[in-house]
Each structure stands twice: as C-alpha cells, then as structure tokens.
C-alpha cells in the first residue's frame, strides 16, 4: 500500500540534495522527477516538479512515522499525509495553481451536486472548490503562499564561557579519554570516538572543531546534527560551558 505526503513548506531539489548530504542520508535517483531517500534501514520516494520537492511516497513495507521523518529531514519542514486533514490545505502553493485545481475538479464537483440534486454551472463548481481550499488553508493557518524552508546548517559554532589555555584543554581531554587529531591549519578535532585509523574503527560519536587563537581555546564548530549531543565533548576539553 502507498502513502502519499506532501511537505509543509518549499524547498528545492538542490537544497534537499545538501541537507541529505549534511545529514548523511543517501539519495539516488529513480527518473527524472523520483529520488529515493535512504536512512535507518528505510527508504522514502520524493517527487520533484520544476526542482522544487512537491511530494513523497512509502513505496515499500516501510515504517510510516520513519517515512515521514525521513522525508523531514530531507526537506528540514514538516510533512503531511494524505489522511490528515490538513493535506488538501498545503496541497496548492500559490493562487495559480488553487485555480488550475479548482478548474481540474470542476467536472466531478457538477457531477457530485447533480447526485445530490442541484444544479452548477462551471464557474460556480470553480468558485466553490477555491472556497473550500480557502477556508482549509485558513483553518490550519497556512499563508497565501507556502514560506520557504530554512537550509540546513552544517555547523553550529560555540564558544567557551571563560578561557582555556590550549596546554590545559589536551590535558583536559586526555584525562577525559577523548581523542584529538591535529589539522594542518592549527584547528583541532577532539571526539569520544577515534579519530583516525590509528586510533580505532570510527564511530558516531559527535566531533567537534576547535579554533585556537593565541592559545587559547577561541571557539568550536560542531556539525548541525550533532550539536544536541556534543555538550560533554566541549566541557570535558575546558571543563566549563558553553554558549
């Protein structure tokens, strides 16, 4: 059985193709308008209509609460489904397409009023499908035209609450067990998890980017999707806070 979603605010193909990259989720394509999305163990279709991602499917015996985060990520928005009463509010982006609908359904909505004993003329059928999408968008409070989604970062940058000598925060770090890597462009990596392969097999402990300037510990970049879990790495290295 299929689902159908659709996402909650626009986002293009390009910038689904980054924020899958960033967040280590494989896409490939199928054709020219599918991209299968694969994570957990769990693959998600997207379709794409003039390089926008317009909706999603679960084509397969997948988990469908998986699908949809799936899907989320991609896009870094919320999605619907097809069974949610809000999907008809977000199905149409801006008022051209309401009315491209709106005169797509014009036959089945005369047909439906004839059945139920009253008469339509065709722009009557128009004027009361653009209504009904109308009064739905307003029920779920969606704009006139779907906003933006918001990119993806790739890090989010700390910094410590008070200074820490870089003598002190390898020393910090080695009591912590938590391993470094030297860049040759003076930034340091530091991670509960190995670093190189010297070290041992990598694994998904968050790693985290330190700045030194001066001597001093400056600041840390720690990737986005790592940045709720990265705190006990940044306090172990300077044993304070950071903001």
Not at 57 to 86: M, P, Q
């Given at each position: 059985?299929?689902t159908?979603y659709i996402?909650?605010?626009r986002?293009?193909l390009e910038?689904?193709?980054?924020?899958?990259e960033?967040?280590?989720i494989?896409?490939?394509?199928?054709?020219?308008?599918?991209?299968?999305c694969e994570?957990?163990?769990?693959?998600?279709?997207i379709?794409?209509?003039?390089?926008?991602?317009?909706?999603?499917s679960n084509?397969g015996?997948?988990?469908?609460?998986?699908?949809?985060?799936?899907?989320?990520l991609?896009?870094?928005?919320?999605?619907v489904?097809?069974h949610?009463?809000a999907?008809?509010?977000?199905l149409?982006?801006?008022?051209?397409?309401?009315?491209?609908?709106?005169?797509?359904?014009?036959?089945?909505i005369?047909?439906?009023?004839?059945?139920?004993?009253y008469?339509l003329?065709e722009q009557?059928?128009?004027?009361?499908?653009?209504?009904?999408?109308?009064?739905?968008?307003?029920?779920?409070?969606?704009?006139d035209?779907?906003?933006l989604?918001?990119?993806?970062k790739?890090?989010?940058?700390?910094?410590?609450?008070?200074?820490?000598?870089l003598?002190?925060?390898?020393?910090?770090?080695?009591?912590?067990?938590?391993?470094?890597?030297?860049?040759?462009?003076?930034?340091?990596?530091?991670?509960?998890g190995?670093?190189?392969?010297?070290?041992?097999?990598?694994t998904?402990?968050?790693v985290?980017?330190?700045?030194?300037?001066?001597?001093?510990?400056?600041?840390a970049?720690?990737y986005?999707?790592?940045?709720?879990c990265?705190?006990?790495?940044l306090?172990?290295?300077?044993?304070?806070e950071?903001?």
């Amino acid at each position: 059985m299929t689902t159908y979603y659709i996402p909650k605010r626009r986002c293009t193909l390009e910038q689904a193709q980054k924020n899958s990259e960033i967040r280590g989720i494989k896409v490939s394509t199928g054709d020219a308008s599918q991209f299968w999305c694969e994570h957990f163990g769990c693959k998600a279709s997207i379709s794409v209509e003039g390089g926008w991602v317009r909706g999603g499917s679960n084509r397969g015996a997948y988990d469908d609460d998986t699908v949809k985060f799936i899907l989320s990520l991609v896009t870094n928005c919320d999605w619907v489904d097809e069974h949610d009463d809000a999907f008809h509010a977000y199905l149409n982006w801006n008022a051209k397409e309401r009315l491209e609908s709106a005169e797509e359904a014009t036959e089945d909505i005369i047909k439906n009023a004839e059945m139920e004993g009253y008469v339509l003329t065709e722009q009557e059928a128009v004027n009361d499908e653009l209504h009904y999408e109308l009064s739905e968008r307003m029920r779920f409070d969606v704009d006139d035209m779907l906003p933006l989604a918001v990119p993806v970062k790739e890090f989010e940058l700390y910094a410590p609450t008070k200074p820490c000598r870089l003598e002190e925060a390898l020393e910090n770090a080695e009591q912590a067990g938590v391993f470094t890597d030297f860049h040759r462009s003076g930034k340091i990596d530091f991670s509960f998890g190995p670093l190189t392969d010297e070290q041992g097999p990598v694994t998904s402990e968050p790693v985290i980017t330190a700045v030194v300037e001066g001597g001093f510990i400056k600041d840390a970049a720690v990737y986005e999707w790592a940045a709720l879990c990265s705190d006990k790495t940044l306090q172990a290295i300077t044993k304070c806070e950071w903001y």
